[in-house]
């Protein structure tokens, strides 16, 4: 007997997650995730994820983030129209993250289709309405921690506190006479709002994420934590200017607001303001305040209540913060792709008053990771925008287990008789837990897939691949032309104009001019000599 899975995404990446098991019954999607990233990379979410998505027998999501939930919906206009488990945390929050994540696909389309009306072009789709991510979430069917369930048919599984965010899971799953383990995300040890993680040990196969698999975090207690924040809080409003903190609207959101209400509270920053301007957040921190009980390290407060505390939701209340100096504007998305935190960039970033504290990954090709690495100039919704703000970054909000961390993860699920994956990390991330794993005897076979790969599970024994994966989705991964373009688009104005002599910037563009048009000329020639060989 044998399993077979599929890795349809967050393979040397970090989004994308989608793993696809079948067995001698049934097929089961464990997260069907949103990437995110590059432009190229973000294309591969119009292709069909799977094949025959009505026959997928079920789904089992292991936590909201759109990285792991986000193509949902698009599986369900595909055919889909089995149950989708997860704890019922999950589900609550799933509503408010799928039915945003429509909204943002519906007007991305709209920009989309008003250049492209002004260009002649034939209108695009969106790749999901509202509506497609409400019946998506209307699939949810909550089951508790530790509970067995049959996802599918000749499957079993149970779900553990991956301690990442409110109601991450690990999924544990046999079928076929295969056990295996799936990570989720892992959350770090001594993290706000959850107990560490857990699970059982002894399978045959575990696909473990890698996200920093390279990095070993310094290790700060929450009372450090708060400290490092209330420093940069207080050297921003020394300076006068706001603090744009660039925020994941689940989970991160609300560990800013308990250690600002906490602040807040103790006097140790004076009378700051803090404005949520995320609609989404302010949904997500809504289920938070209703398991609120049930969460650690509150101390007895209600955080989310707390009057230094302002959440946006209207248009015209954003807007009005561009006005406003000296304040904490709490705003996603996180890696800045998307949503108002761009908005408050374009007017901020070029303020030398302000602050852009990063506290979350920054995945390769985001507009975050631009930033943070020292853009000078960057391009936002089409406008350049220089760098002038003060960058900061505070590690210890990551909801991510680091390299240690991990490590102890995979060795609590020992022994492994097979293979052990690793998976949802940059290649450097990935290639570095690797090495220690193997070097610490973890597993007898240590696998990095490939997107688009295919690999036999069987019991006790090493994976096999019965398929390789795609080169275009490998190209695909990391940052891409794009990226070049904007860093360039951004800077060559100023470029230019370091050229003294008018004439010779002239020059200087008819020669760009030129290298364009000889890659246009060798296109034209290339598709010549192909017609002329296939008339032959």
């Not at 709209?110 to 260009?119: G, L």
């Not at 921190?285 to 650690?296: D, G, I, K, N």
């Not at 506290?359 to 089409?382: D, K, N, P, T, Y």
């Not at 406008?383 to 590690?395: H, K, S, T």
Request: proline share 4%; glycine share 8%.
């Amino acid at each position: 007997m044998s399993l077979s899975v599929k890795i349809h995404g967050a393979a040397r990446t970090v989004t994308g997650s989608c793993l696809e098991f079948a067995g001698s019954k049934g097929r089961l999607l464990v997260d069907c995730g949103l990437f995110q990233g590059s432009r190229t990379l973000e294309e591969m979410n119009f292709d069909p994820r799977v094949e025959n998505a009505a026959g997928l027998d079920g789904v089992i999501l292991t936590h909201a983030h759109i990285d792991h939930s986000g193509l949902l919906p698009r599986l369900v206009r595909d055919g889909f129209a089995g149950p989708i488990w997860c704890t019922p945390q999950t589900a609550e929050l799933l509503e408010y993250m799928l039915a945003d994540s429509g909204r943002i696909q519906e007007g991305e389309a709209e920009r989309i289709n008003r250049r492209r009306d002004r260009e002649g072009d034939k209108a695009i789709e969106p790749l999901y309405t509202e509506a497609d991510a409400l019946e998506a979430w209307g699939m949810t069917r909550p089951v508790e921690l530790g509970e067995w369930f049959e996802p599918a048919p000749g499957f079993r599984a149970r779900l553990w506190n991956a301690g990442h965010i409110l109601g991450s899971a690990s999924a544990e799953i046999e079928a076929s006479g295969v056990r295996v383990m799936v990570s989720g995300d892992v959350g770090p040890d001594n993290k706000a709002f959850h107990p560490d993680p857990d699970g059982p040990c002894c399978f045959d196969h575990v696909f473990c994420e890698s996200t920093y698999g390279d990095r070993a975090r310094e290790k700060h207690s929450i009372a450090e934590r708060r400290e490092m924040l209330a420093g940069i809080v207080n050297e921003s409003r020394a300076r006068g200017g706001n603090l744009i903190i660039p925020s994941f609207a689940l989970e991160r959101t609300q560990e800013l607001l308990l250690d600002l209400a906490c602040l807040s509270r103790d006097g140790r920053i004076g009378n700051a303001m803090v404005f949520v301007d995320s609609p989404l957040a302010n949904r997500a921190t809504q289920v938070f305040a209703r398991h609120v009980e049930s969460l650690e390290d509150t101390d007895g407060l209600n955080v989310f209540e707390s009057p230094a505390i302002h959440y946006v939701n209207d248009v015209s209340e954003s807007v009005r913060l561009n006005s406003i100096s000296g304040a904490i504007i709490l705003a996603a998305s996180g890696m800045c792709e998307a949503g108002r935190i761009r908005h408050h960039l374009i007017h901020n970033l070029h303020r030398r008053d302000s602050t852009v504290l990063f506290v979350g990954f920054q995945a390769e090709g985001s507009l975050g990771r631009v930033i943070m690495e020292g853009a000078e100039r960057v391009r936002i919704s089409g406008r350049d925008v220089l760098v002038r703000a003060q960058i900061r970054r505070i590690d210890s909000y990551s909801a991510h287990a680091d390299q240690s961390e991990l490590l102890d993860w995979i060795a609590a699920r020992a022994p492994i008789a097979g293979s052990l994956f690793l998976e949802h990390g940059e290649s450097g991330a990935i290639d570095a837990l690797a090495g220690l794993a193997k070097e610490r005897g973890l597993a007898p076979s240590i696998v990095v897939p490939e997107i688009g790969e295919a690999w036999k599970l069987e019991p006790a024994s090493p994976a096999s691949r019965t398929r390789t994966g795609g080169l275009e989705a490998r190209k695909a991964v990391g940052r891409d032309w794009q990226n070049s373009y904007a860093e360039l688009a951004s800077s060559l104005k100023q470029r230019l104009l370091k050229i003294q002599d008018a004439e010779a910037r002239e020059h200087a563009i008819a020669e760009m001019r030129e290298v364009l048009d000889s890659y246009a000329a060798f296109r034209e020639t290339k598709k010549a000599r192909n017609k002329g060989h296939r008339a032959r």
